[in-house]
């Protein structure tokens, strides 16, 4: 219901883990629900075994390869890092940038290219169009001002989009 979840089935093993949302897994005789961030094991008939899990990360790299493409045309800095954050499950900081990322856009361009389409973790390079730069803090992504390079310091301008 209104979810992503990954399901691993091998001989008599069932292992279901749910990034968002809420997922129901049963049978005829009982139902077990797990929510965002938990896991259910079974196992040969050994008892559900329940843990918690992380719903960002290196398990969930495969889902940025199967995310939808961001139609960057038009899209503003701030649409662009919601889609980002939804993808990647990563909260996005943009408290360093004055405006909040307001007067970074309109984006250009595609994230569709002859090879595909770019992943999220990839298509953070739109980023630099704006003159903005990132980094990782745990589960956060922090975008700041790029520093100005020293021709930019000389005319005391900026480049635009």
Same mark, same amino acid.
């Given at each position: 219901m209104g979810t992503q979840f990954e399901? *691993?089935?091998?001989? &008599?093993?069932?292992?279901l883990r749910v990034r968002e949302g809420l997922v129901t897994l049963g049978d005829d005789r009982k139902t077990h629900t797990a929510r965002e961030g938990e896991e259910l094991r079974l196992a040969g008939g050994a008892d559900l075994q329940r843990g918690t899990i992380s719903v960002s990360g290196p398990d969930w790299m495969?889902?940025?390869?199967?995310?939808?493409?961001?139609?960057?045309?038009? *899209?503003?800095?701030? &649409?662009?890092?919601?889609?980002?954050?939804r993808e990647t499950r990563l909260s996005v900081d943009l408290s360093a940038v004055p405006g909040a990322g307001a007067d970074h856009g309109p984006l250009h361009g595609s994230l569709v290219g002859p090879a595909g389409a770019l992943t999220p973790e990839e298509a953070l390079g739109v980023l630099k169009t704006c003159r903005l730069t990132w980094r990782f803090s745990g589960t956060t992504l922090i975008i700041e001002p790029a520093p100005q390079t020293s021709s930019e310091h000389r005319t005391g301008r900026r480049g635009g989009l």
């Open positions: 399901v *691993r089935v091998s001989d &008599e093993r069932v292992r495969w889902v940025q390869t199967i995310a939808p493409p961001f139609d960057l045309e038009g *899209r503003s800095v701030k &649409e662009f890092l919601a889609w980002y954050g």
